[in-house]
């Protein structure tokens, strides 16, 4: 996929002037480029995909700690998933620096530097939320299918987001990263449930390593893990209204699927572990995007 940058000009038109309905104009299609979002003062990647046809479906994906959004669409090869399915691909940085690269906010939970994020660091659940409506202004994302995915740091991201922006997304996909909300400080191996609370049945996939030590499957790593996934599967059920569990499977792949079926509003939660892999890309990005084609909010 080609790279290029808009330009001051370009840029300052593009906020300026919304274009007519249907004609996103942030970027010849099959390209990446670098755009900043209307008056946030932060930027992203932003793919536009090969197929595009004006208003599409947006995903972003969301780096692990200590990364950024060059490093996410290079480690999980979404870009080349957006062109065949036509899907826009945003990439933003997490909004508080590391000493490398940017971890996201996520309150009341540790950074990798062990720093509590406070009231001075940015808001990155508005800064995502004011990404999409200026996406949609511009003619480029539908409102409708807007979903999230990310690795480690930035599936715990996109968790949150299925927690507290349930009115602005559609589904969630975290990789090796899936959580219901914090760990309890009363006992962190269950999940706080005053601290994910979505405003509607949220669909959601994740996909593990089953040899990850950082957030192992069975429970315990950092601070901000702890919990199993299990458990982290079994409260999205329970927050989904999920009537029934389905019946765990091998795929010829290799890879165990589990999950809930029977939800309110048509929502799933399944669970893709891959036995052999440790704390890495382990999604199947057919499978996720076939996931995320079946919701709109």
């Not at 799933?268 to 909010?297: K, L, Q, S, Y």
């Amino acid at each position: 996929m080609r790279r290029q940058s808009l330009g001051f000009v370009g840029l300052a038109l593009a906020l300026v002037f919304a274009p007519a309905a249907g004609a996103c104009t942030l970027g010849a299609p099959g390209t990446t480029q670098r755009v900043a979002i209307g008056d946030t003062g932060r930027s992203l990647l932003l793919h536009v995909p090969a197929k595009s046809r004006g208003s599409a479906p947006l995903v972003f994906v969301l780096h692990g700690s200590g990364g950024d959004g060059a490093a996410i669409l290079a480690g999980s090869k979404l870009e080349a998933t957006a062109d065949r399915h036509g899907f826009l691909l945003a990439a933003p940085d997490g909004g508080i620096a590391a000493d490398k690269g940017y971890v996201w906010n996520i309150p009341g939970v540790p950074t990798v530097t062990g720093k509590v994020p406070g009231p001075e660091d940015a808001d990155d659940v508005a800064f995502l939320g004011k990404t999409i409506d200026w996406l949609v202004a511009q003619g480029c994302a539908d409102n409708r299918r807007v979903y999230a995915t990310g690795l480690s740091g930035g599936g715990r991201m996109s968790s949150w987001l299925g927690c507290v922006a349930a009115d602005r997304f559609a589904a969630i996909a975290p990789v090796v990263g899936l959580r219901a909300g914090n760990p309890s400080a009363a006992d962190p191996r269950f999940p706080d449930p005053a601290t994910c609370r979505p405003a509607r049945p949220m669909p959601v996939i994740a996909f593990a390593g089953g040899k990850d030590t950082t957030n192992p499957i069975e429970g315990g790593g950092a601070p901000y893990w702890q919990y199993p996934m299990g458990r982290a599967e079994a409260r999205w059920a329970d927050l989904d209204a999920c009537r029934r569990p389905l019946l765990e499977r091998t795929l010829a792949s290799g890879v165990i699927e589990r999950g809930y079926g029977g939800c309110a509003n048509g929502a799933e939660v399944i669970a893709r572990i891959t036995p052999g892999a440790g704390h890495e890309w382990v999604a199947d990005n057919e499978a996720m995007w076939a996931f995320f084609a079946r919701h709109r909010r």
